[in-house]
């Protein structure tokens, strides 16, 4: 599975942006988008399952991201609203072959090249 991230960019914020990741062979179980700060950790920012019904947001940015997935395009995007400086950070796609939606980076098997995010204040 490859996986090619697109959409970043820089953002005033209070806007909003759209994130895309298009991925190449089978059709992961499960898909994530996670994000990465200079000298932070790698955290997760959502979460879906194989048919969509199922996702995942940490308290960050529950109720203002959303993930969604079109596996007749075998594509994933994250739609970010109110964005706020803090989720400046390069975004990343990952798949897992886990058929139970994970939240940790190790429980990811594939992941794409990743995509900036910038959101001025």
């Known amino acids: 599975v490859q996986l090619q991230a697109s959409g970043g960019g820089l953002v005033q914020a209070g806007g909003s942006l759209r994130v895309s990741c298009a991925a190449s062979?089978?059709?992961?179980?499960?898909m994530g988008w996670f994000r990465q700060a200079p000298g932070q950790e790698r955290e997760i920012v959502a979460a879906?399952?194989?048919?969509?019904?199922?996702?995942y947001y940490p308290d960050s940015v529950k109720g203002r991201f959303t993930i969604s997935r079109d596996n007749a395009e075998n594509t994933v995007y994250l739609q970010m609203n109110s964005l706020k400086p803090e989720d400046t950070a390069v975004y990343y796609c990952?798949?897992?072959?886990?058929?139970?939606?994970?939240?940790?980076?190790?429980?990811?098997?594939?992941w794409g090249q990743g995509t900036q995010v910038t959101v001025s204040s």
């Open positions: 062979g089978r059709t992961s179980p499960s």
């Open positions: 879906i399952s194989w048919n969509g019904i199922t996702t």
């Open positions: 990952a798949a897992s072959r886990i058929p139970i939606i994970r939240t940790r980076p190790n429980d990811y098997h594939y």
